[in-house]
């Protein structure tokens, strides 16, 4: 056995989702991610923010889908995205709790004790992502 670990970060990260369009253009159109490939028998669409790729994979049957409970299912908890200072994650809070199919869990707040903050949403097709700011991450990047 080596020091060294088998892997070297996420490649991906694959979402059934309910309804693939409007989960599409909440990355797409909320976040602005971008599309950087579609399997359209599938279907399913992948996009990725630059640092990271997240694939939307359409459920086969939208109206059999069984909501995620967090406190019952096995399987994603939720999605967290780094957010890279204070003022993005409150702008971004502010675009995204109002965007058309979002439930807001809770705003802003402390993670824990702090310092960092987060909030959590459901996306349109109901899986739960987490945005999050750290600042002891941001004085690590200034520190560069």
């Known amino acids: 056995m080596t020091d060294e670990t088998s892997t070297?970060?996420?490649?991906?990260i694959g979402l059934s989702v309910r309804d693939l369009e409007s989960t599409r253009q909440f990355f797409c159109d909320c976040l602005?991610?971008?599309?950087?490939?579609?399997?359209?028998?599938?279907?399913a669409v992948?996009?990725?923010?630059?640092?990271?790729?997240?694939?939307?994979?359409?459920?086969?049957t939208p109206s059999k889908a069984i909501p995620f409970d967090r406190r019952t299912n096995v399987g994603l908890h939720h999605l967290a995205l780094a957010v890279v200072d204070r003022i993005g994650l409150d702008a971004l809070y502010q675009r995204v709790s109002s965007w058309p199919g979002v439930v807001v869990e809770f705003g802003p707040e402390a993670s824990g004790a702090g310092p960092k903050l987060h909030f959590i949403v459901r996306e349109p097709s109901g899986i739960r992502i987490e945005f999050a700011f750290d600042p002891r991450l941001e004085d690590a990047r200034k520190a560069r």
């Open 46 to 60: 992948f996009v990725s923010d630059g640092h990271d790729v997240v694939t939307l994979w359409q459920v086969e």
């Open 8 to 12: 070297c970060g996420v490649d991906h």
């Open 32 to 43: 602005g991610w971008r599309i950087v490939g579609q399997r359209p028998d599938y279907p």
